[in-house]
């Protein structure tokens, strides 16, 4: 199984996804989004969200270390930026102050701003791309990042499909518990890109 998956890279690329893009914490945010819709409309937005999602971070994934080289910017810099963006969200899950943003008619709300900047967000984006540079491009790894994407999509999913259960199931104090959970658990992911990030510049330097 090892020639053909890399499992560590495999855990900690979904475990990091997982965190950051919060699956149980999508289901308020998409109830209130999808108030005013039935169920089979629930259901074809949840997989338009995922399925924006995806092509968003598989694009950044391919092309963005591509356009790292076009603009010179070095791992160490993105290591560090991401870690300071993370801590940002993972600040506002700890705190509860992460917006959540009202429903609107005019737009497809499974687009935008569910599938992007929701879920696909900068932070998704940068974990995704940071999974590519630090793996050296062999086929198990490759195939340890799109399986783990592909989890976490699959997870985003099946909570958005079933997020009316799972709200009756955790309740309002198990939704907030589990964010932050993911908060703490992203704050310490947070700190040790920037870690990482200091000790390659100084041994850069």
Known sequence: MSAIIDGTLFATTFLTLFVIMDPPGTVPVFLALT????????????????????GVIVAFMLFGQHLMSFLNISVPALQASGGLLLLLVALDLLTGKAEEPSPSGKVNVALVPLGTPLLAGPGAIVAA?????????????????????????????????????????????????????????????????????????????
């Not at 108030?35 to 995806?54: D, E, G, I, W």
């Not at 195939?143 to 199931?169: N, S, Y």
């Open 129 to 205: 791309m940071l999974a590519v540079q630090r793996s050296e491009g062999s086929l198990p790894e490759w195939v340890a990042i799109v399986a783990a994407i592909v989890g976490v999509h699959l997870c985003l999913f099946l909570a958005m499909r079933f997020a009316g259960i799972i709200h009756r199931v955790l309740g309002e104090g198990g939704t907030i518990l589990v964010t932050r959970i993911a908060g703490l658990l992203l704050a310490a992911i947070a700190v040790q890109l920037i870690a990482d990030a200091v000790r390659a510049f100084i041994l850069a330097g």
């Open 35 to 54: 108030s005013t819709m039935t169920a089979k409309q629930r259901a074809k937005a949840a997989l338009q969200a995922v399925s924006v999602a995806f």
